[in-house]
Nanobody, 124 residues
Framework: VQLQASGGGLVQAGGSLRLSCAASGRTFSTYVMGWFRQAPGKEREFVAVISWSGSFTSYGDSVKGRFTISRDNAKNTVYLQMNSLKPEDTAAYYC??????????????????WGQGTLVTVSS
């Protein structure tokens, strides 16, 4: 599976962005998909996860109520809608795929495939 993230950019605080992650292959609909982020000098942080069917989602505490993860299995794409952005949301955002569809993990070590990252910069 190859993952291609896009949609990052520069936005003012309070603004919105939508990230997309397009996947190759016919097994996308069987994977748990997650978003993580990493700011300079910081560890990779869990942002959101969605089950293979889309029926279950979970979010990191710092983004709850502001970010929404969704997926379109017909398009092999997962999305991250980011609203009310804050300067502390500035980071490289990575999408990831986990072959173990039984569990929607918050741990980056559980994921098997990673996209290249897309940079989000939020100005104050």
């Amino acid at each position: 599976v190859q993952l291609q993230a896009s949609g990052g950019g520069l936005v003012q605080a309070g603004g919105s962005l939508r990230l997309s992650c397009a996947a190759s292959g016919r097994t996308f609909s069987t994977y748990v998909m997650g978003w993580f982020r990493q700011a300079p000098g910081k560890e990779r942080e869990f942002v959101a996860v969605i089950s293979w069917s889309g029926s279950f989602t979970s979010y990191g505490d710092s983004v709850k109520g502001r970010f929404t993860i969704s997926r379109d299995n017909a398009k092999n794409t997962v999305y991250l809608q980011m609203n009310s952005l804050k300067p502390e949301d500035t980071a490289a955002y990575y999408c990831a795929a986990d072959k173990d569809a039984a569990y929607s993990s918050h741990y980056y070590s559980d994921y098997d495939y990673w996209g290249q990252g897309t940079l989000v910069t939020v100005s104050s």
